[in-house]
C-alpha cells in the first residue's frame, strides 16, 4: 500500500527546524502571494511553465506536488516566494525549508524529463516594491536523488507507522459494536440516514429531539462509514464547550481505540504564557520547538487521546506550546472535536489542511442552528471611529497622513448623515481607497520597524484588513451601514460595519469540500429558511427523527391572555406572578423562567420574590463567569424546589441537561423574537427581498427556535415528565403552533 505525501508536507516534516517565530511580520496575503506568483510567471520568457505537476515514489511513498515553473530554455526550476520589507527577516529556518522543497522538486523533475543537472531557483519577490531576489544553484541529478530519497528516508518510518495505524484502525472501526444494550427511540433511525449521507457522498439535516442520544447518534455511524468510503478525518464542531465535551464522552464510550482523537481548543485557553511574546527570545515553550517536535509528535500519536488536559501533558513533557502542538497534531489525527470556526471561518485551519492535502473529509456540526448567527459574525467586519481617533493622537510620524485621510473622508460620511443609523447600497469607494492606503502604509511601517508594534496599531490593522476583503466580497448577502456614537454636531464619531446576513456564499463551498456534513439540532424548523442561509444543496435530505417522547410526558399549556410585548410588559408581571406561583403549589419542583431581557426578568423576579417569598428564586446575571454559571445550574438539585429565571437565548437556555426531578416545568414568557431595530428591520427587509418571507426570516423564525430549545430543558430522558407554559397571546397563533414540535400537544 502506498503514502501519499504533498512534497510541501514532506519538507515541513524533514527538514523544519529552529524556533517557533511568531513576531508580528506583515505577510502577503494569499490573494497577494497568488498574484505575485502570476506576476513573476507573466515576466518569463515564452515557454515558460507554469504550475508543474509533479510525482515520484520512494518504497511505500510516493511524493506529489505543483512546482512553482520551469524554464526550458534555461533549464531552470523555480520556486517562488512572497514577502514584505527586508529580505534578511525572512527567518533561517524557512530559508532552509524552501530550499528542501525546490531540491525535492528540482529530482522529481530530472526524474520526469530525463535530466543530469538543473539550475534551481528561489524566487523572492517583494509585494511591495515588486522586485525580484534570485538565489540559484546549480545540481546534479544524482545530487538531488540522493537529497530526495535521503528526505524520504527521514519520513518512511513515520509513513510505515501511519500506514500500520490505519490498517488497524480501519479494523478496529469495522468491528465496532454500538455501547449500548440497544439504540434509544430514534436514534438508530438518525444513525442509519448519517450512514446513508456518508456512503453517498450527500449532506444531511437532521432534527432530533434532545434526549435521544444525537452525539453518539451520529459518531457511532460516521465512524463505521469511515473506512468504506476512505475517511482521512472526520470532524466534530461545536458552538460551545458543553458540545465538545458531550463528543469527548461519547467517544469513550465507543472506546475506538487506536482511533487517535484530538480536541482543539482557543489559543487563549491553551497559552501557558501569556504574559510572554511567541517567539524563542521571549517564550520558554517557543525556543526550538521545531528541534523538540519530532519527539512530541511521536509520543502524542502513541498516546492517541489527545483531550485538552492529554495534550498538555504531552506539550509540556517535552516543552512545547500545547496550542502549535495541537495545530500540528491536526495533521495526524483521524477526529478532531472543535468549534466551527475551525472550519467554517475564513481562516480555518481545517479547512486549509483538507485542501492542501486533498483529504476525504465529512463533519459533523452539533447544534447546527447556532451556525447561522457564528457564520454571519465570522464574515462581517467593524471599525470604530473612536479607535482610529485616539491611534491617530499616538501613532508615528509616518503613519499621520494615511491615518488623518482616513478621518477625514470618514468625518465626511458622517456630515452627510443627519440620521443616527443608515443603511448603504455599497461602501463607499473614497473611504475604501483611504483604508488600503493606510493598510498599505502601516504594512510598510511594521515591515522597517518590526519591534515597534503597539496594541491599538495592531488592532486597528488587522480590523482594516478585515473589513477590506470583506468589501472586496461585499454583495447582495451582506450590508453596510453606519451608526452614530451618542453626540450631535459635525464632531460625533460612528462605527462602520459590514454585516453578512446570508452565509450561503461563504459556507456552501465548505459543505461541497466534504464528502458529507451532518448539520443536527433539536430545532432546524423550517427547513428552508436553515436551507437558504447556509447555502446547501436544494437536494439536500432532511430528516425529522421519530421522538422518543410522548405527549403524555409534557403538558404544554398556552396563556393567551397575557401579551409579553415591550408595550404591556408593566401591565404582565403580575399575571405571571400568579400563574407561577398556581403551578408551584399545583406541582413543587424545580422550574426554569425565561424572559426576553434582563430588566424584564428582574422586574418579574423583584414582584414575584415580594409576593411569594416562601418559594426560593435565584437569578442568572448579566455577565456571568464559568463558576457563577455553575453555581445557577447546581441549585437544580435532585429533589429541589425553587425557580430560576433566566434570559432567553442566554446560556441556559440550550446545552444544559438536567434530568429527572432537576427540572420539572418552565415558564416561557417572550415569543423569542429579536429586538425591534433599525439593524434588524433592514435584515427583514433584505430577507423579504431574497426569500420573500422577511418577518419570518427576521423575527419569527430565530425567536421560535430559542422557545424550542429552551422548553427542551425540561423532558431530558423517556421517564421524566413535566410541563411547559408558554406566556403569550401569539402562542395561540397557527402560524406559530406550526413550528413547535409535532409531538407537543399543545393545550389552549
Known amino acids: 500500500m502506498a503514502y501519499t505525501v504533498a512534497v510541501r508536507a514532506l519538507c515541513e516534516f524533514t527538514a523544519k527546524g529552529g524556533d517557533l517565530d511568531l513576531r508580528f511580520t506583515p505577510a502577503p496575503t494569499a490573494q497577494e502571494g497568488i498574484a505575485g506568483h502570476a506576476l513573476v510567471a507573466s515576466r518569463r520568457g515564452e515557454g515558460y511553465q507554469s504550475e508543474v505537476a509533479l510525482s515520484g515514489e520512494f518504497g511505500p511513498l510516493r511524493v506529489r506536488g505543483r512546482a512553482d515553473g520551469y524554464d526550458p530554455a534555461r533549464n531552470r526550476l523555480e520556486e517562488v516566494k512572497t514577502y514584505r520589507g527586508d529580505l534578511q527577516r525572512v527567518p533561517e529556518n524557512h530559508r532552509h525549508l524552501h530550499w528542501a522543497q525546490v531540491k525535492v522538486y528540482g529530482w522529481l523533475l530530472c526524474q520526469q524529463l530525463g535530466l543530469d543537472e538543473i539550475e534551481l531557483a528561489l524566487v523572492y519577490l517583494d509585494i511591495g516594491s515588486q522586485q525580484e531576489t534570485l538565489l540559484c544553484e546549480r545540481h546534479a541529478a544524482a545530487d538531488l536523488r540522493q537529497f530526495f530519497e535521503e528526505q524520504c528516508r527521514h519520513f518512511i518510518a513515520w509513513a510505515e507507522q501511519e500506514l500500520a495505524h490505519g490498517t488497524a484502525r480501519n479494523a478496529r472501526l469495522e468491528a465496532l459494536a454500538f455501547p449500548h444494550g440497544a439504540f434509544r427511540h430514534g436514534q438508530r433511525q438518525l444513525a442509519e440516514a448519517v450512514y446513508k449521507a456518508a456512503s453517498t457522498g450527500c449532506c444531511l439535516m437532521a432534527q432530533a429531539p434532545t434526549g435521544i442520544g444525537k452525539t453518539l447518534g451520529t459518531l457511532f455511524p460516521l465512524l463505521k462509514a469511515a473506512p468504506r468510503q476512505g475517511l482521512d478525518k472526520i470532524f466534530f464542531l461545536a458552538a460551545k464547550t458543553p458540545g465538545r465535551q458531550l463528543a469527548l464522552d461519547a467517544l469513550r464510550q465507543l472506546a475506538a481505540e487506536p482511533l487517535r482523537v484530538l480536541e482543539l481548543v482557543a489559543r487563549d485557553k491553551a497559552c501557558e504564557h501569556p504574559e510572554n511574546a511567541c517567539h524563542g527570545d521571549s517564550c520558554p515553550l517557543a525556543k526550538g520547538f521545531y528541534d523538540r517536535l519530532p519527539a512530541a509528535r511521536k509520543a502524542a500519536a502513541e498516546h492517541g487521546w489527545l483531550d485538552r488536559q492529554a495534550l498538555r501533558d504531552v506539550a509540556l513533557a517535552h516543552q512545547l506550546c500545547p496550542y502549535y502542538l495541537a495545530q500540528e497534531m491536526a495533521r495526524w489525527s483521524d477526529l478532531v472535536v472543535g468549534d466551527y470556526n475551525y472550519y467554517f471561518d475564513s481562516s480555518a485551519l481545517l479547512h486549509g489542511l483538507t485542501s492542501a492535502n486533498q483529504w476525504r473529509v465529512a463533519v459533523l456540526v452539533d447544534e447546527a442552528h447556532n451556525l447561522v448567527e457564528r457564520a454571519r459574525r465570522m464574515y462581517s467586519a467593524e471599525l470604530d471611529q473612536l479607535g482610529l481617533k485616539s491611534l491617530r493622537k499616538s501613532a508615528p510620524s509616518a503613519l499621520k497622513k494615511p491615518l488623518e485621510r482616513v478621518g477625514r473622508h470618514w468625518s465626511e460620511l458622517n456630515r452627510d448623515q443627519a440620521e443616527d443609523y443608515r443603511a448603504y447600497d455599497a461602501p463607499p469607494q473614497k473611504l475604501l481607497h483611504a483604508l488600503q492606503g493606510a493598510v498599505t502604509a502601516i504594512t510598510d511601517y511594521l515591515a522597517d520597524n518590526p519591534t515597534a508594534l503597539d496594541a491599538a496599531l495592531q488592532d486597528f490593522y488587522f480590523e482594516a484588513m478585515q473589513f477590506g476583503r470583506m468589501a472586496e466580497l461585499f454583495d447582495s448577502h451582506s450590508l453596510f451601514d453606519i451608526s452614530k456614537r451618542p453626540g450631535r454636531g459635525s464632531g460625533s464619531l460612528s462605527r462602520l460595519c459590514l454585516r453578512n446576513l446570508v452565509p450561503a456564499p461563504f459556507l456552501g463551498p465548505r459543505f461541497a469540500a466534504s464528502r458529507s456534513t451532518v448539520l443536527f439540532s433539536a430545532t432546524l424548523t423550517p427547513r428552508h429558511y436553515y436551507s437558504d442561509l447556509l447555502g446547501l444543496a436544494p437536494n ?209
Open 540 to 748: 439536500t435530505p432532511w430528516l425529522e427523527v421519530d421522538s422518543p417522547f410522548s405527549a403524555e410526558q409534557l403538558h404544554v399549556r398556552v396563556c393567551a391572555e397575557v401579551s409579553t410585548r415591550y408595550q404591556h410588559r408593566a401591565a404582565s408581571l403580575a399575571p405571571i406572578s400568579r400563574l407561577m406561583a398556581r403551578q408551584f403549589e399545583e406541582r413543587p419542583g424545580n422550574y426554569l423562567a425565561f424572559f426576553s431581557s434582563y430588566d424584564y426578568l428582574q422586574q418579574a423576579a423583584g414582584l414575584f420574590a415580594r409576593e411569594h417569598p416562601h418559594v426560593p428564586v435565584w437569578l442568572q446575571g448579566r455577565q456571568m463567569d464559568e463558576a457563577e454559571r455553575q453555581a445557577f445550574i447546581e441549585r437544580f438539585a435532585a429533589d429541589g424546589q425553587g425557580i430560576g429565571f433566566a434570559v432567553l437565548g442566554g446560556a441556559f437556555g440550550e446545552g444544559i441537561d438536567l434530568p429527572g426531578d432537576r427540572l420539572i416545568g418552565a415558564f416561557i414568557a417572550t415569543l423569542g423574537l429579536p429586538q425591534l431595530n433599525p439593524v434588524n428591520e433592514q435584515l427583514r427587509q433584505r430577507m423579504a427581498r431574497l426569500f420573500g418571507a422577511g418577518y419570518d426570516y427576521a423575527y419569527l423564525y430565530p425567536g421560535l427556535q430559542k422557545v424550542v430549545q429552551a422548553a427542551g430543558r425540561v423532558i431530558r430522558t423517556p421517564s421524566d415528565r413535566g410541563v411547559v407554559h408558554l406566556i403569550d397571546d401569539r402562542f395561540a397563533q397557527p402560524q406559530v403552533q406550526r413550528l413547535l414540535p409535532s409531538w407537543w400537544a399543545v393545550e389552549k
